[in-house]
């Protein structure tokens, strides 16, 4: 799937800006689309989720990403590349632990892993084995655009969290498995992708695509589980 636009700039809303694909089998069909997004991760609230990592490339903020393991990261495949570095732990980004990439590894769907070059003493997150129940509601986090439009002039130097239902199975940027979430108090944007919905608990998706209006879609994490694990041992 060709997406219009990568959410690699911009804080709360996650995803890419494209044209989202709809689940491929729901419960319930979700609300029709709205153009109201007020408030405006773009919406939201400020939050707290200790796995959270600010993702930077050649020293621009750039995506949002979870630590699995002391020396490994969990995010967006089209979010990695040269120069990435991480701040870790904190809600305020240019306050977390630092570390550097080392090397990193790609899925086919919209996911990759990271190496750090030193173990970081973090709350490590608990990776889902299963999807979240249909209809039910699903947290989202990032630092990313809290704005539209303009997206890398109003990241979120706070962590962001927004309350999304999910509907279902989609696909991500690449064609992989993702999770459906329609926007509940927040949607995300440039800036946040790659970054966790979190359901029960544990982390069961990755930010790869956006409106940034109603619709969101996250790479599940249970449908790769055991590439997670092969790769990073976790």
């Known amino acids: ?24 089998s729901a419960s319930a069909a979700p609300p029709a689309p709205s153009d109201d997004v007020s408030p405006s991760i773009i919406g939201g609230t400020y939050g707290n989720y200790g796995p959270a990592a600010r993702l930077y490339r050649n020293g621009r903020e750039t995506c949002s990403a979870t630590i699995i393991a002391p020396q490994w990261i969990l995010t967006a495949r089209h979010c990695v590349g040269s120069g990435m570095t991480f701040r870790i732990g904190n809600p305020v980004a240019s306050q977390g632990t630092f ?10 769907a ?14 490590y997150a608990q990776l889902a084995s299963s999807n979240p129940t249909r209809g039910n509601t699903v947290n989202v986090y990032g630092w990313g655009a809290t704005c539209r439009g303009n997206e890398a002039g109003c990241q979120s130097p706070r962590l962001k969290t927004a ?5 279902g199975i989609s696909r991500d940027a690449y064609g992989g498995q993702a999770l459906y979430l ?6 995300t944007a440039g800036g946040d992708s790659g970054g966790p919905a979190v359901y029960n608990g544990t982390q069961v998706g990755v ?28």
């Open 1 to 24: 799937m060709r997406i219009k636009r990568a959410l690699t700039t911009g804080a709360m809303a996650l995803a890419m800006a494209g044209t989202v694909l709809a689940p491929g």
């Open 99 to 108: 570390a550097r990439a080392t090397n990193y590894t790609n899925h086919s």
């Open 110 to 123: 919209d996911l990759s892993l990271v190496r750090l070059d030193r173990s970081v003493q973090a709350s």
């Open 163 to 167: 309350t999304t239902t999910y509907y």
């Open 182 to 187: 329609y926007r509940g108090n927040g949607i």
């Open 207 to 234: 930010a790869s695509t956006s409106n940034r209006s109603t619709v969101t879609n996250y790479t599940s994490v249970a449908a790769y589980r055991s590439w997670i694990r092969q790769v990073a041992g976790v």
